[in-house]
């Protein structure tokens, strides 16, 4: 079902367009359902709605509603900023052009989703009232846009805009990158090193556990839980050795002591950066700690709001490990949710956690926005093999391997 379906599974779909374009009922009518709130009146929708639908073959994707680009006075500049926000999430993005046609706001929006690498299909809107104009079709074939004339008011063009939809979302993203199944074959082990302290949830494993287990099941393989303490005797009692051990970050030292060299060892964080975003691009952000200065600013940045506890992973632990093992006084800073800054510059280094609550594309973006700033970008798990000086060990199973390792790592056990 679509509503169960994790957050960072779904696709984003999001409709932008001006005030009165008809985005709330298209929205509607795709859904089949009295999603949005519809009005004449411009404005309407003030605040980004989500509405999650089961689009197949696609699967669980979410159509976001926003307020329109042309919106008026301080508190239409905050509703518009509150659109481009959730545009930078998007996998996809339904430009809705009314009864005004092509003009200066849907072209700068064009030009934004241009930057962002966000593709976009255009849906001609209120066919039923006012044939579109010749121009504007004009305009969007001679940019390769493809384009839908429709009527969310009566429906007419609805099912053809959904079939437009799924044959414009790029091929990267109808298809699944692997998380853990091509690293196993069928019948072979594979042990999870879960560690239980204050910061696991009361009374069940985090997302990414989760879904690299039922990973495993679904490559036909064998899957063992334990904790770090459970680990030796685990491995002591199979008949023959695991194929593969996934660890928690922040055991890795431990498990690095305890999995013999010749078993393929690996984080959790490390096949979510594979997942999710761009594994060899945080690989490479994470040598970037071996060149920071006294006094510079490093992003710490989480995709989910929380509660922070105590010894806080982003908050303390990974300051605390990377401060540790540089000697240096750093800057660490904090942005949660959706709130990935947009002053980037002013960062040596953004560690971004495992994005489990992001889909891919909102986490490739992010990559790519700080590499496009010339801002080198890792993630949590890998930061923190870095630190312990095991990364090498640990992204061996994907072929990657490191061309220097710091001889500071090595001596660093985490505390």
């Known amino acids: ?54 689009l197949l073959p696609l699967g669980p994707v979410t159509f976001y509603d926003t307020p329109g680009l042309d919106d008026v006075g301080k508190l239409g500049e905050l509703r518009i900023r509150a659109a481009r926000k959730v545009l930078t999430r998007a996998d996809m993005a339904l430009l809705v052009v009314g009864e005004h046609g092509v003009d200066d706001p849907e072209r700068a929006v064009l030009e934004e989703l241009r930057e962002l690498g966000v593709p976009c299909l255009a849906v001609l809107n209120k066919s039923d009232t006012q044939p579109p104009r010749e121009a504007d079709l004009a305009f969007f074939r001679e940019r390769s846009i493809p384009y839908h004339i429709a009527s969310a008011a009566t429906g007419q063009g609805m099912n053809a805009l959904k079939r437009g939809i799924i044959d414009a979302i790029p091929p990267e993203l109808r298809q699944e990158p692997p998380l853990v199944g091509d690293l196993i074959s069928e019948g072979q082990w594979t042990i999870c090193v879960t560690p239980i302290d204050l910061a696991a949830p009361k009374g ?24 770090e303490r459970e680990l030796e005797e685990a491995l002591a009692n199979l008949k023959r050795p695991p ?10 030292l431990k498990v690095d002591g305890d999995v013999p060299e010749p078993i393929p060892l690996t984080t959790f964080s490390i096949l979510f950066a594979r997942y999710k975003g761009d594994l060899p691009a945080l690989v490479h952000g994470a040598n970037a700690i071996d060149s920071l200065r006294q006094g510079d600013r490093v992003l710490m940045s989480e995709a989910c709001s929380h509660h922070p506890v105590a010894d806080d992973i982003g908050r303390v632990k990974i300051p605390r490990w990377i401060t540790q093992y540089t000697g240096l006084d750093l800057d660490f800073q904090m942005a949660a949710g959706n709130d990935f800054p947009d002053d980037l510059e002013q960062y040596a280094l953004v560690v971004h956690c495992g994005g489990c609550m992001l889909n891919r594309a909102a986490m490739l973006r992010r990559i790519r926005e700080c590499q496009r700033r010339g801002v080198p970008v890792t993630n949590y798990g890998v930061a923190i093999s870095k630190v312990q000086g095991v990364l090498e060990r640990v992204v061996r199973p994907f072929g990657i391997r490191l061309s220097e390792q710091s001889p500071a790592a090595a001596a660093l056990a985490l505390d």
């Open 204 to 227: 069940r494993l985090i997302l990414p556990q989760v879904q690299v287990l039922r990973d495993i099941l679904d490559a036909d393989g064998l899957g063992v839980v334990v904790k």
């Open 243 to 252: 194929a593969l051990v996934v660890t928690d970050s922040q055991a890795v």
């Open 1 to 54: 079902m679509a509503e169960k379906a994790p957050r960072g599974v779904r696709l984003v779909i999001t409709l932008v367009g001006r005030r009165n374009a008809g985005k709330s009922s298209c929205i509607n009518a795709l859904a089949g359902q009295d999603i949005a709130i519809v009005s004449d009146a411009p404005g309407t929708t003030t605040d980004p709605v989500a509405k999650h639908y089961e």
